[in-house]
């Protein structure tokens, strides 16, 4: 059974940095993609990164140039640095592992406020 686990998550002032931990564990063969979402109460979850086996990256538009995100080399582990933060970076972030099916963590709280 595949677990994901998060951490990392926190309270962070305006312009802080954070970074996130993601570890999969299980029955995990190879090195799969693997990606970072957020959710605010009220919305809909949003895509923020995504990493391939390869170890190329994309970045939606909103964390751009401000995030890094990236693996261990036995590619179950990631992490998503962001820095320069805002506020509407506040949420609770969530890693995703894509093997044939999509295995969610519980997701992890990051607070932006002074």
């Known amino acids: 059974q595949l677990q994901l686990v998060e951490s990392g998550g926190g309270l962070v002032q305006p312009g802080g940095s954070l970074r996130l931990s993601c570890a999969a564990s299980?029955?995990?063969?190879?090195?799969?993609?693997m990606g970072w979402y957020r959710q605010t109460p009220g919305k809909q979850r949003e895509w923020v990164a995504r990493?391939?086996?390869?170890?190329?990256?994309n970045y939606a538009d909103a964390v751009k140039g401000r995030c890094t995100n990236t693996r261990t080399n036995d590619g179950n582990t990631v992490y998503l640095q962001l820095n320069s933060r805002k506020p509407e970076d506040t949420a609770v972030y969530y890693c995703?592992?894509?093997?044939?099916?999509?295995?969610w963590g519980q997701g992890t709280q990051v607070t932006v406020s002074s």
């Open positions: 995703v592992l894509t093997i044939a099916a999509d295995y």
């Open positions: 990493i391939t086996g390869a170890g190329s990256t």
């Open positions: 299980g029955s995990i063969f190879g090195i799969y993609p």
